[in-house]
Structures are given as structure tokens and as C-alpha cells.
């Protein structure tokens, strides 16, 4: 016996039995093992999520500057955005793309400073950033000189930044208070 056509002509849409979801997609029906999301706060979640944070407090201190200013207006660092971070992605995302992965890295590293890292709190102070704690089971917490020095090491890296005579591991108060106004002042 050959059968020829749809083995059930039923149509229908939602969960059966918190097992079976039913529904249609371009027009065709189909069911499929019904899934409840998971969001897990494991440590390694948690840690990737407070990379994404500290990314994003980071670029607060850009963005706070850039919110009242008119449209083609902001800072130096604002507008270099713009002319060397390709056209279909923002600043910010391309920020992350740089960092995430080496955020953890770049803590450790940042801690090896000496004098710098009285430089880049008092700096990042000035430019209006604070302290982020992760919030989960083990906070985690970045200080507001820390998400400067990524700050700048995104300028450096994708902007050319060339205001730090001897690297961003060596920055002076003079080279930290010109990267603030950088960041911040309107142009």
C-alpha cells in the first residue's frame, strides 16, 4: 500500500502535554520537542557576562559626552569612531569584539602597574567612571582606572590614538588628562 499526501491534516499552534509545540513557519506546519531556555549562572556565565558589563561601563564615559551633542558633533573620539570603524557596526560593538575575549587578560596585566594605576583612577574620576561589581556568586570587581585603560587601549588599537608617548602601560597625568578630554570633549 503506497500513501500519497499528508499523514494528518490537523493544524494547530501552542504546547500539547508540555512536551509537543506546534506551529507554522512560511506557511507549513510542524511540531517539534517542546524546549524550556536554561539561563544558567554558572562562574564561566557570570564572568563572561561581567566582561560585557565592564565593556559597556567603559564606553559610558564616551557615550555620556556624545548624548547631548548634535548629530556630526562629539568628541575627537566620537567622530574617529566613525571615520575608521566600518560603517555596519558600531563603536561599541566593535569595542567588545576587541576586549571580550581579552578582558581577563588585561586585568591581570593592568594590576602589574605601578604609580600608572593611581594615574588612570584619578583620570577616569574626571571623566565621570566608577567602580563596576559584577553581581552573581562571586562578584568581580573593576575599578573605573581599569575600564579607562581599556578605553584606551581600544583608542590606540582601532582609532590610532598616538597620545600616549611611551604606551598606555607608561601614561603620565598629562597624557591621562589629554585621553579624558579626548574621549569627552566636543569638538
Known amino acids: 500500500m503506497r500513501l500519497t499526501g499528508p499523514m494528518f491534516s490537523l493544524t494547530a499552534s501552542g504546547t500539547v502535554g508540555k512536551t509537543i509545540t506546534m506551529s507554522k513557519w512560511k506557511g507549513r506546519a510542524y511540531a517539534r520537542t517542546r524546549v524550556i531556555p536554561f539561563n544558567g549562572r554558572t562562574a564561566d556565565q557570570q564572568l563572561q557576562r561581567g566582561y560585557l558589563a565592564v ?12 548624548k547631548d551633542t548634535p548629530p556630526g558633533a562629539g568628541s575627537q573620539f566620537f567622530l574617529d569612531t566613525m571615520v575608521k570603524i566600518p560603517g555596519t557596526k558600531s ?13 581577563g587578560a588585561d586585568k591581570t596585566h593592568y594590576l602589574t602597574l605601578s604609580s600608572e594605576i593611581a594615574l588612570y583612577s584619578a583620570a577616569a574620576g574626571d571623566a565621570g ?11 568581580v570587581t573593576y575599578t573605573a582606572g581599569f575600564q579607562l585603560y581599556i578605553l584606551a587601549k581600544f583608542a590606540v588599537a582601532a582609532l590610532g590614538y598616538s597620545g600616549f608617548a611611551s604606551g598606555i602601560d607608561s601614561a603620565t597625568s598629562g597624557e591621562l588628562t589629554s585621553f579624558v578630554a579626548y574621549v569627552q570633549t566636543s569638538v
Open 91 to 103: 563603536w561599541v560593538s566593535q569595542f567588545q569584539a576587541n576586549e571580550h575575549n581579552a578582558v
Open 55 to 66: 565593556i559597556a561601563k567603559a564606553a559610558q564615559a564616551v557615550l555620556t559626552a556624545a
Open 129 to 139: 567612571l566608577n567602580d563596576y561589581i559584577t553581581v552573581g556568586d562571586t562578584p
